[in-house]
C-alpha cells in the first residue's frame, strides 16, 4: 500500500576513487627532496671550512723570543708520517705566517727494513706541507727503533735532541705529542717527557739565556678523534657562536685551564695533508685510508703549553 503521495526514485551518485600517485611520481618528489637536503648539506660544509670562515689561527708572532726576530718552530715526531697524520694543520699555519719551521724525527720508522725509503718519503712530505728539505732531519738511534715493543726513555729523547739543538739553533717553539701520544703508542708517548726533562734543569748551561716554549698536541677521546670534517665544522660554529669546544674525556677530573691555541684547516688545507700523506707511498695501506677518512687530526690540532717550572 502507499499514502497516495508519489515518490521520486533518487538516482545513486557513484563517486570516483580517487587516483593514488603513481610510485614515479613518489620517487621523482623523494628525489628531489634528498638532492636538496644534499644541496644544502654541501653549502653548509663549503662555507663551514672556506678560508674566511674558519676559525683563525695563532698569531705565531706571540712566541718570538725577540722583537723583529724569525720565529724558529722544531716540529719534534717519532716517524715518517706522523707530521702528515698528526701536525698538518700546525704545521700550515705556521708556514702561511713565515715561521721557519724546522723538523726533527727520531726514527727512520725502520720496523719492515724500510727506513731508507721512509726517510725519503719523510722529506718529501714535508716539503708538501712548505718546510724546505735541509730543515728536515732524521735521527737514527739503537734505543730510538720503531715498534709497538720499543719502550723509548726520555733521557735518550733528551740527548737526542740536545745533539740536534747544539748542531742547529735553539729554538723560539717545540711542538711535540703529549703524554698521550694520540694514539698510545710507545714510541709517541715519552717524546713530552724528554722535552720536558732536556729543559726543566735550572743548571743546564747551554740553556741559561733562554729556553723555548713548549707545546704538545692534545690527544682526545676516540669519539672526537674519528669525527673527520664534523668537529671542524662545530669548532666553526662554536666560534662564531662564542662557545668554547671542550675535547675533555667524560669522567676526567676538572683541572686548572693550562694554555692553549686551537689550529683548524679550511678544505684546501685537508688536501694539501693528503698530498702529504701520499708522499709516504710506502705506508699507504687500507686502514690509513681511512685513518685520513676519519680523523679529526688531518683537520685540527689543539696545542697546550706545557709548564716548565711544574
Not at 16 to 39: D, E, F, K, S
Not at 73 to 80: E, G, N, V
Not at 268 to 290: D, E, K, P, T
Amino acid at each position: 500500500m502507499t499514502d497516495g503521495k508519489n515518490y521520486k526514485a533518487i538516482p545513486q551518485i557513484r563517486t570516483q576513487p580517487q587516483p593514488q600517485p603513481q610510485p614515479r611520481r613518489r620517487r621523482r618528489r623523494l628525489l628531489r627532496r634528498r638532492n636538496w637536503l644534499c644541496a644544502v648539506l654541501v653549502a653548509l660544509i663549503v662555507t663551514c671550512l672556506s678560508p674566511s670562515v674558519v676559525p683563525p689561527s695563532p698569531d705565531w708572532s706571540a712566541f718570538a723570543s725577540r722583537q723583529g726576530h724569525v720565529i724558529q718552530a722544531l716540529i719534534l715526531t717519532a716517524h715518517p708520517d706522523d707530521e702528515c697524520m698528526f701536525f698538518s694543520p700546525t704545521i700550515l699555519s705556521l708556514v702561511k705566517q713565515d715561521v721557519h719551521v724546522r723538523a726533527l724525527c727520531l726514527s727512520s720508522g725502520n720496523a719492515t727494513g724500510l727506513g731508507a725509503i721512509r726517510s725519503r718519503e719523510l722529506i718529501s712530505s714535508y716539503k708538501v706541507l712548505g718546510v724546505n728539505e735541509t730543515d728536515v732531519a732524521v735521527h737514527e738511534h739503537i734505543d730510538l727503533q720503531d715498534g709497538m715493543r720499543a719502550d723509548w726513555q726520555p733521557d735518550v729523547i733528551a740527548a737526542a735532541l740536545r745533539l740536534y739543538i747544539e748542531s742547529t739553533t735553539l729554538p723560539d717553539l717545540i711542538i711535540t705529542f703529549d703524554s698521550g701520544g694520540i694514539t698510545q703508542h710507545p714510541n709517541h708517548t715519552p717524546l713530552s717527557a724528554g722535552v720536558r726533562s732536556l729543559f726543566k734543569s735550572r743548571d743546564e748551561p747551554f740553556f741559561s739565556s733562554r729556553r723555548p716554549r713548549i707545546l704538545t698536541l692534545e690527544t682526545v677521546p676516540k669519539y672526537i678523534k674519528f669525527t673527520s670534517l664534523l668537529y671542524p665544522i662545530y669548532e666553526t660554529i662554536a666560534f662564531h657562536l662564542g662557545w668554547s669546544p671542550s675535547t675533555r674525556a667524560e669522567g676526567a677530573p676538572l683541572l686548572p685551564e693550562k694554555p692553549a691555541w686551537s689550529v683548524t684547516s679550511h678544505a684546501m688545507g685537508y688536501w694539501q695533508a693528503l698530498q702529504a700523506m701520499m708522499q709516504h707511498r710506502s705506508q699507504v695501506v687500507w686502514f690509513r685510508w681511512l685513518y685520513v677518512a676519519f680523523s679529526k687530526y688531518m683537520w685540527s690540532n689543539r696545542l697546550v703549553e706545557v709548564d716548565l717550572l711544574r
